[in-house]
């Protein structure tokens, strides 16, 4: 978390800083397979141990792409990444998303957040972007890098 205080009134202050890191998660066979049984996505390379083994060019099963993005929320709520004032937020989008690196079974991943930008979209609304980069333990480059985007909300949601 940067320094000093991160409220709703100095995001302003915050943009090209690094808001925090989370810790290290490792990536289970569990997981991963839970992720293709929501998604549908059963591709070999994700779910048959055996095979990846032996055909695949990692030597193990891999991580979906969309299942280590999908821990975005999850990790910046646990680094309390909302500002100070902020009643509500919701995810809005993502702007631009690079997978990088594969992540193979067993691998450690944690999140580095930078905030991007901050725009008063009126009405008690705050829409952020963060620059997001799913690092992996002993690798060079990450797993992926996303800018995302949230609605901020400082006045309760109109219902409706």
Not at 16 to 21: A, I, S
Not at 92 to 113: A, C, D, H, I
Not at 122 to 138: A, D, P, S
Request: hydrophobic residues 40%; contains cysteine; glycine residues 8%.
């Amino acid at each position: 978390m940067p320094p000093k205080e991160y409220t709703i009134e100095n995001l302003n202050d915050f943009i090209g800083l690094e808001l925090g890191v989370s810790d290290w998660i490792t990536v289970t066979q569990e997981d991963i397979n839970k992720f293709a049984d929501c998604t549908g996505d059963h591709q070999w390379i994700h779910v048959d141990v055996e095979r990846a083994k032996k055909e695949s060019p990692f030597g193990t099963t891999i991580a979906h792409g969309f299942y280590s993005l999908s821990m975005v929320p999850m990790l910046q709520f646990k680094l309390g990444l909302l500002p100070k004032g902020v009643l509500q937020a919701t995810n809005y989008g993502l702007n631009k998303v690079r997978f990088v690196e594969p992540v193979p079974v067993g691998s450690r991943l944690r999140l580095r957040v930078v905030l991007i930008f901050a725009d008063d979209k009126g009405f008690g609304r705050i829409l952020l972007t963060t620059k997001n980069t799913m690092e992996i333990e002993g690798k060079d480059r990450p797993a992926f890098v996303a800018d995302a985007l949230a609605m901020l909300y400082t006045k309760p949601m109109p219902k409706g």
